[in-house]
């Protein structure tokens, strides 16, 4: 099993099975998943992806 990171540009967070999938990549969260469209600065887990 590799671990692999959210597709999310800027976030470091890495993806488990619980991972959102779309368009054939997997994001940490919701927000990186839409690319941050909702305005949200960060995933969740402490970082600031979507600055
Ligand atoms: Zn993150
Ligand atoms: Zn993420
Ligand atoms: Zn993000």
Do not use: L, R, Y
Not at 6 to 33: H, L, R
């Amino acid at each position: 099993m590799s671990q692999q990171q959210c597709a999310c540009p800027k976030c470091d967070c890495s993806v488990d099975s619980q991972a959102i999938e779309k368009n054939g990549q997997k994001f940490c969260s919701e927000s990186c998943a839409i690319g941050h469209e909702d305005g949200s600065t960060g995933c969740g887990h402490n970082c600031n992806c979507g600055k």
